[in-house]
Protein backbone atom coordinates (compact mmCIF):
# COMPACT_ATOMS: atom_id res chain seq x y z
CA UNK A 1 0.00 0.00 0.00
CA UNK A 2 2.80 2.46 0.34
CA UNK A 3 3.78 1.70 -2.87
CA UNK A 4 1.05 3.22 -4.15
CA UNK A 5 2.29 6.72 -4.85
CA UNK A 6 5.79 5.30 -6.71
CA UNK A 7 4.30 2.53 -8.52
CA UNK A 8 0.68 3.74 -9.35
CA UNK A 9 1.04 7.85 -8.86
CA UNK A 10 -1.50 7.67 -6.11
CA UNK A 11 -0.36 10.41 -3.86
CA UNK A 12 2.28 9.62 -1.52
CA UNK A 13 1.00 5.69 -1.05
CA UNK A 14 -1.46 4.86 1.70
CA UNK A 15 -0.58 7.13 4.64
CA UNK A 16 -1.21 5.45 8.21
CA UNK A 17 1.19 7.67 10.57
CA UNK A 18 -0.38 6.66 13.57
CA UNK A 19 -1.76 3.12 13.21
CA UNK A 20 -5.31 3.51 12.56
CA UNK A 21 -5.19 0.98 10.15
CA UNK A 22 -3.24 -1.76 11.27
CA UNK A 23 -3.99 -1.14 15.02
CA UNK A 24 -7.09 0.36 15.49
CA UNK A 25 -9.44 -0.41 11.86
CA UNK A 26 -8.17 -3.98 12.91
CA UNK A 27 -9.41 -4.22 15.92
CA UNK A 28 -12.41 -2.52 15.71
CA UNK A 29 -13.27 -5.75 12.48
CA UNK A 30 -12.13 -7.94 14.93
CA UNK A 31 -14.43 -7.24 17.31
CA UNK A 32 -17.31 -7.25 15.04
CA UNK A 33 -16.43 -10.77 14.23
CA UNK A 34 -15.57 -11.77 17.61
CA UNK A 35 -19.42 -10.45 18.00
CA UNK A 36 -20.73 -12.02 15.01
CA UNK A 37 -19.72 -15.39 16.23
CA UNK A 38 -19.93 -15.57 19.75
CA UNK A 39 -23.44 -13.66 20.39
CA UNK A 40 -24.47 -11.41 22.56
CA UNK A 41 -24.88 -11.60 26.47
CA UNK A 42 -27.65 -13.58 27.83
CA UNK A 43 -30.81 -11.09 28.71
CA UNK A 44 -29.15 -8.49 26.12
CA UNK A 45 -31.59 -8.79 23.77
CA UNK A 46 -34.83 -9.77 25.50
CA UNK A 47 -37.87 -10.99 23.43
CA UNK A 48 -40.43 -8.74 25.21
CA UNK A 49 -38.42 -5.56 24.52
CA UNK A 50 -35.72 -3.00 23.44
CA UNK A 51 -31.94 -3.74 24.36
CA UNK A 52 -31.50 -4.28 28.02
CA UNK A 53 -28.54 -2.24 29.31
CA UNK A 54 -25.61 -3.77 31.18
CA UNK A 55 -23.55 -0.92 32.45
CA UNK A 56 -20.05 -0.74 33.53
CA UNK A 57 -19.29 -1.20 37.11
CA UNK A 58 -17.38 2.08 37.73
CA UNK A 59 -18.24 5.08 35.21
CA UNK A 60 -15.40 7.30 37.25
CA UNK A 61 -13.19 5.13 36.23
CA UNK A 62 -13.87 4.51 32.60
CA UNK A 63 -13.57 8.71 32.33
CA UNK A 64 -10.07 8.85 33.79
CA UNK A 65 -9.02 6.11 31.92
CA UNK A 66 -9.68 7.90 28.68
CA UNK A 67 -8.11 10.83 29.91
CA UNK A 68 -4.58 8.95 30.43
CA UNK A 69 -5.13 7.24 27.28
CA UNK A 70 -4.64 10.79 25.94
CA UNK A 71 -1.07 10.97 27.19
CA UNK A 72 -0.31 7.86 25.37
CA UNK A 73 -1.67 9.03 22.10
CA UNK A 74 0.24 12.24 22.00
CA UNK A 75 3.62 10.36 21.89
CA UNK A 76 2.59 7.74 19.67
CA UNK A 77 1.20 10.10 17.39
CA UNK A 78 4.10 12.43 17.29
CA UNK A 79 6.42 8.77 16.94
CA UNK A 80 4.33 8.06 14.35
CA UNK A 81 4.75 11.02 12.27
CA UNK A 82 8.73 11.01 12.38
CA UNK A 83 8.52 7.49 11.68
CA UNK A 84 6.18 6.64 9.18
CA UNK A 85 5.40 10.32 7.65
CA UNK A 86 8.84 11.22 7.89
CA UNK A 87 8.14 15.06 9.71
CA UNK A 88 10.89 17.15 10.98
CA UNK A 89 10.60 17.40 14.80
CA UNK A 90 9.94 21.26 13.93
CA UNK A 91 5.91 19.67 13.44
CA UNK A 92 6.00 17.26 16.50
CA UNK A 93 3.71 20.32 18.48
CA UNK A 94 1.73 20.89 15.34
CA UNK A 95 0.77 16.82 15.72
CA UNK A 96 0.14 16.99 19.22
CA UNK A 97 -2.43 19.94 18.98
CA UNK A 98 -3.98 18.22 15.72
CA UNK A 99 -4.25 15.08 18.56
CA UNK A 100 -5.49 16.99 21.62
CA UNK A 101 -8.28 18.57 19.23
CA UNK A 102 -9.67 15.84 17.27
CA UNK A 103 -10.25 14.51 21.03
CA UNK A 104 -12.03 17.20 22.12
CA UNK A 105 -13.95 18.13 19.02
CA UNK A 106 -15.29 14.85 19.16
CA UNK A 107 -16.02 15.03 22.99
CA UNK A 108 -18.12 18.32 22.49
CA UNK A 109 -19.96 17.39 19.37
CA UNK A 110 -21.02 13.48 21.10
CA UNK A 111 -21.64 15.74 24.58
CA UNK A 112 -23.84 18.01 22.02
CA UNK A 113 -25.76 14.69 20.34
CA UNK A 114 -26.48 13.03 24.19
CA UNK A 115 -28.02 15.70 25.72
CA UNK A 116 -29.97 16.69 22.12
CA UNK A 117 -31.38 12.75 22.03
CA UNK A 118 -31.58 12.27 26.00
CA UNK A 119 -31.94 15.52 28.07
CA UNK A 120 -28.60 14.98 29.41
CA UNK A 121 -25.22 14.22 28.39
CA UNK A 122 -24.45 10.34 28.24
CA UNK A 123 -21.07 9.82 30.27
CA UNK A 124 -20.14 6.32 28.59
CA UNK A 125 -20.88 7.64 24.90
CA UNK A 126 -19.17 10.67 25.93
CA UNK A 127 -15.82 8.54 26.56
CA UNK A 128 -16.44 7.02 23.42
CA UNK A 129 -16.57 10.12 21.15
CA UNK A 130 -13.74 11.20 23.28
CA UNK A 131 -11.65 7.96 22.26
CA UNK A 132 -13.04 8.11 18.58
CA UNK A 133 -11.46 11.23 18.39
CA UNK A 134 -8.21 10.18 19.44
CA UNK A 135 -8.25 6.68 17.02
CA UNK A 136 -9.12 9.12 14.27
CA UNK A 137 -6.12 11.69 14.89
CA UNK A 138 -4.05 8.71 14.27
CA UNK A 139 -4.60 8.69 10.81
CA UNK A 140 -4.41 12.36 10.23
CA UNK A 141 -2.24 14.08 13.13
CA UNK A 142 0.53 14.70 11.62
CA UNK A 143 -0.85 15.77 8.24
CA UNK A 144 -3.73 18.05 9.16
CA UNK A 145 -4.33 21.60 10.32
CA UNK A 146 -5.59 22.43 13.75
CA UNK A 147 -8.85 23.23 12.22
CA UNK A 148 -8.85 20.17 9.96
CA UNK A 149 -8.66 17.91 12.85
CA UNK A 150 -11.28 20.15 14.83
CA UNK A 151 -13.58 19.50 12.10
CA UNK A 152 -12.81 15.70 11.60
CA UNK A 153 -13.03 15.03 14.84
CA UNK A 154 -16.27 16.33 15.63
CA UNK A 155 -17.67 14.32 12.62
CA UNK A 156 -16.35 11.28 14.45
CA UNK A 157 -17.85 12.44 18.00
CA UNK A 158 -21.25 13.01 15.87
CA UNK A 159 -21.62 9.45 14.58
CA UNK A 160 -20.10 7.23 17.78
CA UNK A 161 -23.31 7.66 19.60
CA UNK A 162 -26.00 7.21 16.64
CA UNK A 163 -23.62 4.30 15.10
CA UNK A 164 -23.29 2.86 18.70
CA UNK A 165 -27.16 2.97 18.98
CA UNK A 166 -27.90 1.73 15.51
CA UNK A 167 -25.23 -1.37 15.88
CA UNK A 168 -27.32 -2.35 18.85
CA UNK A 169 -31.23 -1.35 18.28
CA UNK A 170 -31.41 -1.72 14.40
CA UNK A 171 -28.77 -4.81 13.79
CA UNK A 172 -28.98 -6.51 17.66
CA UNK A 173 -25.02 -6.53 17.65
CA UNK A 174 -24.30 -6.72 21.30
CA UNK A 175 -20.82 -4.71 21.52
CA UNK A 176 -20.25 -4.02 25.54
CA UNK A 177 -17.46 -1.50 25.16
CA UNK A 178 -18.62 0.17 21.70
CA UNK A 179 -15.09 -0.97 20.13
CA UNK A 180 -16.60 -1.42 16.72
CA UNK A 181 -17.31 1.91 16.45
CA UNK A 182 -14.65 3.74 18.42
CA UNK A 183 -11.90 1.55 16.89
CA UNK A 184 -13.39 0.12 13.64
CA UNK A 185 -15.42 3.29 12.13
CA UNK A 186 -13.06 6.19 13.64
CA UNK A 187 -10.10 4.56 12.37
CA UNK A 188 -11.45 4.43 8.97
CA UNK A 189 -12.81 7.69 9.27
CA UNK A 190 -9.78 8.89 10.10
CA UNK A 191 -8.03 7.26 6.95
CA UNK A 192 -10.49 8.72 4.46
CA UNK A 193 -9.66 11.91 6.79
CA UNK A 194 -6.49 11.94 5.71
CA UNK A 195 -7.10 11.75 2.01
CA UNK A 196 -9.01 14.85 2.17
CA UNK A 197 -6.17 16.65 4.02
CA UNK A 198 -3.54 15.93 2.36
CA UNK A 199 -1.90 18.19 -0.78
CA UNK A 200 -0.64 15.11 -2.88
CA UNK A 201 -3.16 14.63 -5.76
CA UNK A 202 -4.57 11.34 -6.22
CA UNK A 203 -4.27 10.29 -2.11
CA UNK A 204 -8.05 9.88 -1.68
CA UNK A 205 -7.67 7.08 -3.76
CA UNK A 206 -4.66 5.67 -2.22
CA UNK A 207 -6.41 5.94 1.47
CA UNK A 208 -9.61 4.44 -0.57
CA UNK A 209 -7.23 1.46 -1.62
CA UNK A 210 -5.97 0.93 2.08
CA UNK A 211 -9.45 1.08 3.07
CA UNK A 212 -11.00 -1.39 0.79
CA UNK A 213 -7.96 -3.71 1.10
CA UNK A 214 -9.03 -3.56 5.23
CA UNK A 215 -12.96 -4.45 4.52
CA UNK A 216 -12.53 -6.98 1.10
CA UNK A 217 -9.57 -8.47 2.27
CA UNK A 218 -8.23 -8.60 6.12
CA UNK A 219 -11.76 -8.86 6.87
CA UNK A 220 -12.66 -12.08 5.84
CA UNK A 221 -9.35 -13.48 6.26
CA UNK A 222 -10.24 -12.56 10.28
CA UNK A 223 -13.49 -14.47 10.39
CA UNK A 224 -12.04 -17.09 8.59
CA UNK A 225 -9.29 -17.43 11.25
CA UNK A 226 -11.46 -16.38 14.00
CA UNK A 227 -14.02 -19.08 13.22
CA UNK A 228 -11.48 -21.99 13.19
CA UNK A 229 -10.65 -20.67 16.38
CA UNK A 230 -13.98 -21.04 17.83
CA UNK A 231 -13.81 -24.64 16.99
CA UNK A 232 -11.23 -25.19 19.28
CA UNK A 233 -11.26 -22.84 21.71
CA UNK A 234 -15.42 -21.61 21.76
CA UNK A 235 -15.17 -17.79 22.64
CA UNK A 236 -18.68 -18.10 24.38
CA UNK A 237 -18.56 -18.92 28.30
CA UNK A 238 -21.52 -21.41 29.58
CA UNK A 239 -24.08 -20.11 30.99
CA UNK A 240 -23.26 -20.57 34.89
CA UNK A 241 -20.10 -18.53 33.80
CA UNK A 242 -22.11 -15.98 32.62
CA UNK A 243 -24.39 -15.54 35.44
CA UNK A 244 -22.03 -15.39 37.42
CA UNK A 245 -19.45 -13.72 36.44
CA UNK A 246 -15.94 -15.03 35.25
CA UNK A 247 -13.80 -14.24 38.88
CA UNK A 248 -16.41 -16.38 40.82
CA UNK A 249 -16.49 -18.91 38.02
CA UNK A 250 -12.85 -19.22 37.52
CA UNK A 251 -11.52 -18.06 40.55
CA UNK A 252 -13.60 -18.78 43.08
CA UNK A 253 -13.63 -15.23 44.44
CA UNK A 254 -15.76 -12.08 43.44
CA UNK A 255 -13.89 -9.46 42.13
CA UNK A 256 -15.91 -6.60 43.44
CA UNK A 257 -17.85 -8.31 46.47
CA UNK A 258 -19.41 -4.41 47.19
CA UNK A 259 -21.65 -4.91 44.05
CA UNK A 260 -25.04 -7.50 43.65
CA UNK A 261 -24.20 -8.27 40.67
CA UNK A 262 -26.46 -10.82 39.96
CA UNK A 263 -29.88 -12.08 41.99
CA UNK A 264 -30.51 -15.65 43.22
CA UNK A 265 -32.62 -18.06 40.14
CA UNK A 266 -35.34 -18.33 43.60
CA UNK A 267 -36.63 -14.80 43.73
CA UNK A 268 -36.96 -14.63 39.78
Not at 87 to 102: H, R, Y
Not at 229 to 247: A, C, H, K, S
Request: proline share 6%; aromatic share 8%; glycine share 14%.
Amino acid sequence: MAQLGVNFSLGAGFLDGGGAATVHALGGLSALVLVWIAGPRRGKFPREGLATAIPGHNAVYVQFGCLLALVGWLAWNAAGAVLWLHAPLSALPGTAINTLLSAAGALVATFTVTRARFGKPDASLCANGWMAGLVASSAFAGLATPAESLLAGAVAGIFTPLLVEGLELALSIDDPSGAITVHGAAALWGLLAAGLFAPEPGQMLAQLVGIAALLGVIFPLVYLLYALLNRIVPFRVDPDGERMGMDLHELGGGAYPEFVIHRDESYR
